[in-house]
């Protein structure tokens, strides 16, 4: 196993665990925002809608999609502040390359749910801009 050098390693290792508590954060919000979504995809209005059932039906996958990759990251962070936080604890752990790999493949993925997101509330939007109150 290849192991970072112990130079500024700690640094190294507080910017990790600073990162991966922003995504936390981001995680966080993005169920609030999803709870309130859910909420308004299914409110008796929105359920009135005549046309574009295709499109209602899509938007109702897609945030059920959504909701499980939020749980996974959500794991998934869970998971290696844990790790991070063990680390801290424990300076004689050798810490490999993996660790930056996992800390940037996850980076990877708040991405591609954050612009998930941002598509899906998109949709949302255009179809809520059709209903006649």
């Known amino acids: 196993m290849n192991t ?3 130079l500024q390693l700690s640094q190294e290792l507080q910017e990790l665990y600073l990162e991966n508590k922003e995504w936390r954060s981001e995680i966080d919000f993005l169920k609030d925002e999803h709870r309130f979504f ?7 209005k929105l359920a009135k809608i005549k046309h574009g059932k295709e499109q209602v039906e899509l938007i ?4 059920a999609q959504l909701q499980q990759k939020i749980e996974d990251l959500e794991k998934l962070t ?10 801290f ?3 004689e752990q050798r810490i490999g390359l993996e660790l930056i790999e996992q800390n940037t493949a996850i980076g990877k993925e708040i991405k591609l749910l954050l612009a998930t997101d941002r598509i899906i509330k998109k949709d949302l939007f255009d179809l809520v801009e059709g209903v006649k109150i």
């Open 4 to 6: 970072i050098p112990d």
């Open 38 to 44: 859910t909420k308004l995809f299914t409110a008796e």
């Open 60 to 63: 109702g996958a897609s945030l």
């Open 78 to 87: 869970s998971k290696h502040q844990h790790l991070l936080e063990s680390i």
């Open 89 to 91: 604890a424990d300076s």
